[in-house]
């Protein structure tokens, strides 16, 4: 049996979009000589921490510890000085100006934290994922057309449809904007940029010869010159 010839596109789907919410990782941390003044310390930081995000409307929802370790705390020589517990916290703010109020408020807390994560997020992305992945299937089909019509051929049934990766994972930050956040007598500039969403699929469909009067159809060839007998 003869098999139908087929072909393979990829196509590529992008939709940009401004950020309406920040992600932060926020990170304690306390040095002790022993585990348990470590702890001890670093849970009464975490207590300050819990009433600023608190005052700030932060509600526990938009909280999430995501590290909790204690690790051996060594001097330059190698020497064992005690133990280092550390704790982070991502928080979640829903709105861009919060940013300022939160950190200046969490200033209080000292050499202790650390802001080691920051991301801009939209409330959003669901529906912008949606649309940039319609994008990223019509541009395979585009692709599969633009092929098939180089050879002659039409693209037929689609055989399988598959992205390429996680969408949305990982989105891309553009520079293109600024924002001042105002922070009481501080204020802390930020520059938000844009969000890009990117889909990759790849799709496989059926190829086809043009029938009687469609595009690309190749012309019969008349008959050629008389031979000789």
């Not at 009464?44 to 009433?51: D, E, H, I, K, S």
């Not at 293109?176 to 938000?192: H, K, N, S, Y």
């Not at 690309?216 to 007998?229: L, T």
Request: net charge positive; glycine share 10%.
């Amino acid at each position: 049996m003869k098999a139908r010839p087929w072909i393979e596109a990829v196509g590529i789907g992008r939709r940009s979009a401004e950020p309406d919410g920040l992600e932060l990782l926020l990170e304690l941390s306390a040095r002790e000589p022993t585990v348990a003044e470590a702890l001890d310390r670093l849970a009464a930081a975490t207590g300050r921490l819990a009433n600023i995000l608190e005052g700030q409307g932060i509600p526990s929802s938009d909280r999430h510890t995501r590290n909790l370790a204690v690790d051996p705390w060594h001097g330059r020589s190698g020497e064992l000085l005690g133990h280092a517990a550390r704790r982070a916290t991502l928080v979640r703010l829903r709105e861009l100006d919060q940013v300022g109020r939160l950190l200046l408020a969490a200033g209080d807390l000292g050499d202790g934290l650390q802001v080691s994560q920051l991301r801009w997020t939209s409330s959003r992305a669901s529906e912008h994922l949606v649309e940039a992945r319609q994008l990223a299937v019509r541009d395979a089909l585009a692709r599969a057309s633009q092929m098939a019509g180089a050879a002659r051929l039409i693209p037929g049934r689609v055989l399988r449809l598959e992205e390429l990766q996680e969408s949305g994972a990982f989105p891309l930050q553009r520079g293109r904007q600024r924002m001042a956040a105002m922070a009481g007598p501080a204020q802390l500039e930020l520059e938000p940029g844009e969000l890009e969403y990117t889909v990759l699929v790849r799709l496989r469909c059926r190829l086809r010869e043009p029938g009687p009067g469609e595009p690309g159809k190749r012309p019969r060839r008349g008959p050629g010159p008389p031979g000789r007998h």
